[in-house]
């Protein structure tokens, strides 16, 4: 267990680690963070900040050792990074970076522990391409095993025609056939360096142009069906890779039951309803439990939520929507506002079932 005005180190520079700094700092820790130079709106909030490449040696060394645990904030943190961290330091084990960051891996891993993602093919080619649009039908979706996030490296394929016009890019990708499903959700566990997990409440995610616009509590019935499968299989994971911290894997709710997704290892845009509308918040749980202190409970507080995202210039009028009481404004703090990039979010909370 982490002594107060101990120090928890943050590898990357953005929103989620910002909000995972103020969590620590109400605990009665330090935060220092690490990464490239950018808009790093972490900063603003850390005692803190080493900028540096991910490949600094030396700059890595020094950061690690003025920390007492370091964890990330993002999934696209090198892995050789994250190894370059005492491993009795850093939490969680960097395997599970190594697992997500490859979408081909992380299938072949999920389909180990019994999972069911969407029928896929590995694509190094055009000719890899056709061939699986051949086996698993149009439309599907091609997708770059590495880098990809929010709707970027990915490619709608709708026929063979497409997919034979198409320029495959010079990485590695995986082709996805199409799922029909009722909703989008996701599980987000916390799990202790003993072994604990606790869930939260999964929300109906609804995305636009690939990107997350919203998460709603209650789910629905479609989707509450499946809660308890896919949180089977989310356990298994996070056994299976020893993990501690906040863990998330996103489904499909569909008429064959959960169809994974994808995983990703850290805290979650889906999961910031649980500021207000959970009695502990993601960020709060994963500081307990890369710090070793006792989880926080994580049952929903609220009748009914919703988190919106706020993207671009949307961010301008944000705080006119406080003249609503039930709405809670998040602004991240970033310098440029451009399309589609995530300024903030809201997020409006129900204790009334009338509401």
């Known amino acids: 267990m982490l002594k107060r005005g101990s120090t928890i180190g943050i590898l990357g520079g953005g929103q989620l680690g910002r909000m995972m700094a103020m969590s620590a700092a109400q605990l009665g820790y330090r935060c220092i963070g690490y990464a490239p130079e950018g808009d790093n709106v972490m900063s603003a909030v850390c005692d803190g900040f080493v900028t540096a490449e991910w490949d600094d040696e030396a700059a890595l060394a020094g950061f690690a050792a003025q920390c007492d645990v370091v964890t990330w904030e993002f999934e696209n943190v090198p892995v050789t990074t994250a190894r370059a961290i005492p491993a009795e330091k850093i939490f969680p084990d960097p395997i599970a ?27 190094d080619s055009t000719n890899d391409l056709i061939t699986a649009v051949d086996r698993y039908g149009a439309p599907g979706i091609l997708k770059t095993r590495r880098d990809g996030y929010d709707g970027k490296g990915q490619w709608r394929i709708m026929s063979v ?23 989008e959700f996701s599980v987000i566990l916390v799990r202790t360096q003993d072994g604990e997990i606790r869930f939260w409440d999964s929300t109906r995610n609804i995305h636009e142009s690939g990107i997350l616009a919203a998460s709603r509590y209650p789910a629905g019935a479609e989707i509450e069906h499946h809660v308890a499968h896919a949180r089977e299989l989310a356990r298994k994971v996070a056994d299976a890779l020893k993990y501690v911290g906040v863990l998330t894997l996103e489904f499909f709710a569909t008429h064959e039951g959960p169809v994974f997704n994808e995983m990703a290892p850290r805290v979650h845009n889906s999961g910031h309803w649980t500021i207000e509308g959970a009695a502990t918040s993601q960020f709060e749980n994963h500081i307990r439990a890369v710090a070793g202190l006792p989880l926080g409970d994580t049952r929903t507080t609220a009748a009914a939520v919703e988190m919106r995202n706020i993207l671009g210039s949307e961010i301008d009028g944000a705080a006119a929507k406080l003249s609503d009481s039930r709405v809670h404004l998040h602004d991240y703090g970033k310098a440029e506002a451009s399309e589609g990039r995530k300024m903030g979010h809201i997020t409006q909370i129900s204790r009334d079932t009338r509401a």
């Open 97 to 123: 970076l190594e697992t997500a960051q490859d979408r081909l891996t992380e299938k072949r891993f999920i389909e180990g522990l019994g999972g069911k993602p969407a029928a896929y093919d590995k694509v």
């Open 161 to 183: 025609r497409e997919a034979q016009a198409l320029r495959v890019p010079d990485v590695p990708c995986v082709y996805e056939g199409f799922v029909e499903f009722d909703a």
